[in-house]
């Protein structure tokens, strides 16, 4: 017999008919892993193009669908590329950028400044992503259980937060990529909250913006030490 599983969980035994219909386990309909997952079917990049397609486009519909323990590697795997991406480009427009800065500057050395902290920011792109994933997902799943709206335990909140990577890849776009890649990557980790935790809203607004806020003071506040310790 098969058991019943809870919103969200997926049944290793069913990982067939789930990919072949669309449905999880008995009595979860709809359940379906990403194309990324399933890259034995869609190959590497038009899993990862179609799982950026959905995530980027239609979140609440990719995450009120995705199954959860299956695992975290498949979503780390996909944030480590869309990193390692976004900061390989950031690198080349920071290197477009001094290209253009080398005919007004008076001082060389300000304008190799940027593009070496840029590379080296790519080369360590890998631990810096997977860190920040982690400890973006244990944050913010933190403060959803404060709020009450943990369902799916911490591998539901980890692939929203993996997931979520997928606006790394308007990096593409010469210098307001990263910018506009962070706020619709905040956007997506709220829908993607509430979808796959079948939550409120506002407790998922709250999850996300609770571990920024704290971040942003903690940071103000050492600013402003620092800046009285040296006057």
Excluded at 131 to 151: D, E, I, R, S
Aim: hydrophobic residues 55%; proline residues 5%; glycine residues 12%.
């Amino acid at each position: 017999m098969t058991p019943d599983n809870g919103p969200g969980e997926f049944n290793g035994g069913d990982f067939d008919a789930g990919v072949d219909q669309g449905f999880g386990t008995a009595g979860t309909e709809g359940l379906l892993l990403p194309p990324w997952e399933r890259r034995e079917r869609y190959g590497f990049l038009n899993g990862l193009y179609l799982t950026v397609k959905d995530v980027l486009l239609t979140p609440r519909t990719f995450f009120h669908r995705m199954p959860t323990q299956v695992g975290l590697a498949q979503p780390l795997y996909f944030a480590l590329v869309l990193g390692v991406v976004a900061a390989f480009f950031a690198w080349m427009w920071s290197l477009a950028g001094s290209s253009l800065q080398m005919f007004v500057a008076e001082d060389l050395g300000e304008v190799i400044q940027g593009p070496l902290w840029s590379f080296i920011a790519f080369l360590f792109s890998p631990l810096t992503v997977a860190v920040l994933v982690f400890l973006k997902a244990g944050l913010v799943h933190l403060v959803l259980m404060l709020v009450g709206g943990n369902k799916l335990g911490f591998e539901a909140t980890f692939r929203v937060a993996a997931y979520g990577e997928a606006a790394g890849i308007l990096a593409l776009l010469p210098f307001c990529g990263i910018f506009f890649g962070v706020l619709w990557s905040l956007f997506i980790t709220i829908v993607g909250l509430y979808s796959i935790h079948e939550t409120d809203p506002w407790r998922a607004v709250v999850a996300v913006v609770a571990p920024m806020f704290l971040c942003l003071s903690l940071f103000s506040v050492s600013a402003i030490l620092v800046m009285v310790g040296l006057s």
